[in-house]
């Protein structure tokens, strides 16, 4: 049997993606626009545009933004989304072989992205795409849903015990030697000027919206559906047990990287 592609399940509820997937905070991008300050007569590469969460701050600056989208599905909502703005545009194709003109982007940034990316491929190619003195931006949010004084949290890892044992290990809300491979790697691909930067924020969900959010993500979907929808039904009764709120800490860590001028 063929393995399925995880990078397409994002596009098979783009309403729901756009609905629970978070935004990031204008702090994150504060930080990029004061590390690559953008204008009209500047170009910027998005990888992996997703439903465009991270898009309007980046057009905002007047910018051309162009994407590069694997799913038809999320291509297609993007054009509608921003169907109003002539300096945007959408590549349907992968980051491996999109094919772009050497030297041609001020500003490379992947939200939420790039780690689908073999970083052999994906660091040189942003390298060669970008112009002398250009920037690469790539972030992540890293929801952390658990707290080991909070009840509730100590149930949901019970559930993903039994539902789940082949989920990875319990995400830590700091993980430096993450912090510290993603700046070496931007080094040993010939990014100079780098800087590391972490965001936080709590976002609070009820039962029902916390199930939506999970079923965003690309290992939830791709579950057995009926060992699935009893996960999610366990899942919430936990979740009302304990007042129908579902706390999230969002960890975003944030790297730059320049191409010498």
């Known amino acids: 049997m063929e393995k399925r592609d995880l990078r397409l399940t994002f596009g098979e509820d783009a309403e729901k993606y756009e609905a629970f997937r978070p935004t990031y905070p204008h702090t994150l991008f504060s930080a990029i626009l004061s590390y690559a300050p953008m204008n009209e007569e500047k170009r910027a590469l998005e990888i ?15 910018c051309r933004v162009e994407a590069v989208e694997l799913s038809p599905t999320m291509a297609e909502y993007v054009r509608k989304k921003f169907a109003g703005n002539s300096r945007f545009s959408v590549s349907l194709s992968s980051f491996e072989a999109y094919e772009g003109e050497e030297e041609s982007f001020d500003l490379i940034y992947a939200a939420t992205s790039f780690h689908w990316i073999p970083e052999s491929v994906g660091y040189p190619k942003a390298f060669h795409l970008l112009k002398k003195g250009g920037a690469l931006a790539l972030f ?30 319990l995400q830590e809300e700091y993980e430096a030697e993450r912090y510290r491979k993603f700046q070496e790697n ?15 924020r709590t976002r609070e969900f009820t039962a029902d919206a916390y199930i939506s959010l999970l079923d965003t993500y690309s290992d939830h979907r791709a579950m057995d559906p009926d060992r699935k929808r009893d996960f999610y039904k366990e899942m919430q009764n936990v979740i009302l ?21």
């Open 48 to 62: 992996g545009i997703g439903t465009g969460q991270a898009t309007p701050p980046i057009l905002e600056t007047g």
């Open 186 to 200: 931007m080094k040993r691909y010939g990014f100079t000027d780098t800087e590391f930067h972490l965001f936080h």
């Open 140 to 169: 992540w949010n890293r929801p952390y849903a658990a707290r080991e004084s909070d009840p509730l949290h100590r149930e949901i890892q019970k559930l993903y015990a039994e539902y789940r044992p082949d989920s990875r290990k």
């Open 241 to 261: 047990k304990h007042g129908n709120c579902m706390r999230v800490y969002d960890t975003m860590d944030l790297y730059l990287g320049r191409k010498p001028a």
